[in-house]
């Protein structure tokens, strides 16, 4: 049976469906998209490449996530993050994390941290203070329930709802802090009518990869694909950048950049300009939020010779609220992983055929 938990947070969000207007490029034919991510098994440790590959610390939570090494769900006391695979998971931002069933949240901790192998972490609602685990709501009429699940590509929390909930503010001008001044409505803290009041008078964008992690073998191409989407009760419009490594070449794109450059080591910027409509939350507690969402999809050949482990960067999303103030959200690095023989096997990340 699943709990019922009534935090006042009431809506819950998951998905979008909001699509760009532009046109593919002719050379991009469209492909079937992964139903998800299934667990990967480690390669065995007496190949001497594969050494290559291990990282040399935490890897973040998206590329757990997308191997299938971390699960992610709500819990009797919160939000839940367990580790199950063999690496620790950096902990250490905020991120943004939508379920279909359950309260869509902004989670993450004021400090920074690891969650070792075996192990997890639980983040209550709206805890404050140093080194502090916690997560706030993001929509206004969804109630938690236990047991539920939650997507996350890697999207971090939008600027100003992160600053809020990790730092210290009076948005209200009441000479209290934010996290402990209580709102005479509802009693909850001004840090979440700080966050809500923000979603609901303006665009707010975050942006994450379908996936984040590839493994290749060397001349393979991937099919990379950006998911941008407005948490906004207010329709807007943003730029999406990527930047793509040296040795990455990027071949096609649906809908095409309408700007890209080379960068000065040889890598490739890519940006895109997309609108997306405003979300759309139900007053039913029991139903979903609609976002607006816009899918921008490029190919990705690694060119490059198997060299192991190489770490790309976050993708980013730009735009301005009603008042003209400049925001940005960023996603997590883009990861390829390239070891072993060339005709060895290809374990995972989504990719089209080589």
């Not at 999809?297 to 003209?324: F, I, M, N, Q």
Request: proline share 6%; with cysteine.
């Amino acid at each position: 049976m699943i709990l019922l938990l009534a935090l006042g947070c009431p809506s819950v969000g998951s998905k979008v469906d909001t699509g760009s207007s532009a046109e593919a490029w002719p050379e991009w034919e469209e492909e079937a998209e992964d139903s998800g991510t299934a667990a990967v098994e480690l390669p065995e440790d007496d190949n001497d490449d594969l050494g290559l590959c291990e990282p040399e610390a935490c890897i973040e939570l998206a590329e757990a996530h997308d191997r299938g090494f971390a699960t992610i769900q709500y819990g009797s006391w919160g939000l839940e993050v367990e580790n199950i695979g063999p690496y620790a998971i950096c902990f250490e931002a905020w991120y943004t994390f939508l379920s279909e069933t359950s309260q869509d949240a902004i989670a993450g901790t004021t400090g920074a941290s690891e969650i070792e192998a075996g192990s997890g972490v639980t983040l209550p609602y709206g805890d404050w203070g140093t080194d502090t685990e916690a997560w706030w709501c993001v929509e206004h009429n969804q109630y938690t329930n236990t047991g539920s699940g939650y997507s996350f590509n890697g999207a971090r929390a939008p600027e100003l709802p992160g600053e809020w909930a990790q730092s210290a503010s009076d948005e209200d001008a009441d000479a209290a802090e934010d996290h402990t001044d209580t709102h005479p409505e509802d009693g909850l803290p001004q840090t979440q009518h700080n966050v809500w009041d923000y979603i609901a008078e303006s665009p707010v964008f975050v942006v994450g990869r379908s996936m984040n992690w590839f493994e290749v073998r060397g001349g393979q191409t991937v099919d990379v694909t950006l998911e941008v989407t407005n948490l906004g009760r207010v329709a807007g419009e943003a730029r999406v950048t990527e930047r793509v490594p040296p040795g990455w070449v990027v071949s096609a794109g649906s809908p095409a950049p309408d700007a890209s450059s080379v960068e000065a080591d040889g890598g490739q910027t890519l940006s895109w300009l997309v609108k997306a409509d405003a979300a759309v939350e139900p007053a039913d507690t029991s139903k979903d939020t609609a976002y607006g969402e816009v899918s921008l999809r490029y190919r990705l050949t690694y060119a490059g010779p198997c060299s192991g482990r190489e770490v790309g960067y976050s993708s980013t999303v730009l735009w301005a609220d009603p008042l003209g103030g400049a925001y940005v959200s960023e996603g997590s690095s883009l990861i390829v992983q390239c070891c072993g023989d060339d005709d060895g096997p290809n374990l995972g990340g989504g990719g089209l055929p080589p």
